[in-house]
């Protein structure tokens, strides 16, 4: 158990376009989504934690306004780059903590984005 | 502030010998001490926690590491790598935030299996 998908695995789209990733936990219900990024030979950087119903927290140095995040539901959370850069070519991670569990998250696949 | 040290960028290991991985921490309280792995191009699969009890944890794949408090460590080890080992590990440390809780993560440890 404790999986979770994220679609799609790769994207490519042209500078100033809007692309939308897709978290799931498929089964599982996550009232908490994590949202992170790496950038090559990197570590995980946490962008942003997402609760089901309520606005995301963004960490220090992110801009809310260029990626939006939803949590529609206990089972999905979705992250959009807005007006996309070439600097927002990286491979995106999303998390999904389960409901009443404290720390262990459960990731997804990534889904590597590249902007041209 | 909670962080996460993994002093080795790149380790290489002969197929057959035992691997141990370094991780240091620097947390107030209590730690919830995690250990990945990650497969290029793919996320992250949990190997093993520490939350609290038994300060040598068994993991899935044959890992186990040892919390040791007074060195602020949480090492993984492996008696016997196998090629299909080469990966790339991440420990991480549970931290409260005001926003809730979140992983902190090392910035991570290549290992290469030479056969």
């Known amino acids: 158990g404790a999986v979770v998908s994220q679609h799609p695995s790769w994207v490519i789209c042209k500078s100033g376009t809007s692309v939308k990733i897709e978290c799931r936990s498929l089964?599982?219900?996550?009232?908490?989504m994590f949202w992170y990024r790496q950038f090559p030979k990197q570590s995980l950087m946490l962008m942003a934690t997402?609760?089901?119903?309520?606005?995301?927290?963004?960490e220090q140095g992110v801009e809310k306004d260029k990626f939006l995040i939803n949590h529609a539901s206990l089972t999905l959370s979705t992250l959009t780059v807005t007006s996309a850069h070439p600097e927002d070519s990286s491979f995106y991670i999303c998390?999904?903590?389960?409901?009443?569990?404290?720390?262990?998250?459960?990731f997804g696949p990534g889904t590597r984005l590249t902007v041209t | 502030a909670q962080s996460v040290t993994q002093p080795d960028i790149h380790i290489t290991v002969s197929e057959g010998a035992s691997l141990e991985l370094r991780c240091n921490y620097s947390?107030?309280?209590?730690?919830?001490l995690f250990w990945y792995v990650q497969s290029p191009g793919q996320g992250l699969q949990l190997l093993l926690k520490?939350?609290?009890?038994?300060?040598l944890v068994q993991g899935i794949k044959g890992f186990e590491a040892e919390f040791k408090r007074s060195q602020s460590s949480f090492n993984l080890r492996k008696p016997s790598v196998h090629w299909s080992d080469a990966a790339e590990y991440f420990c991480?440390?549970?931290?409260?935030?005001?926003?809730?809780?979140?992983?902190?993560f090392g910035a991570g440890t290549i290992l290469r299996v030479k056969s």
């Open positions: 997402s609760n089901e119903g309520s606005k995301a927290t963004y």
């Open positions: 998390s999904a903590r389960r409901t009443g569990t404290s720390y262990e998250q459960y």
């Open positions: 947390y107030g309280a209590t730690p919830y």
């Open positions: 991480a440390v549970g931290a409260m935030s005001e926003y809730g809780n979140k992983l902190v």
């Open positions: 520490y939350f609290s009890g038994d300060t």
């Open positions: 089964d599982f219900q996550a009232t908490t």
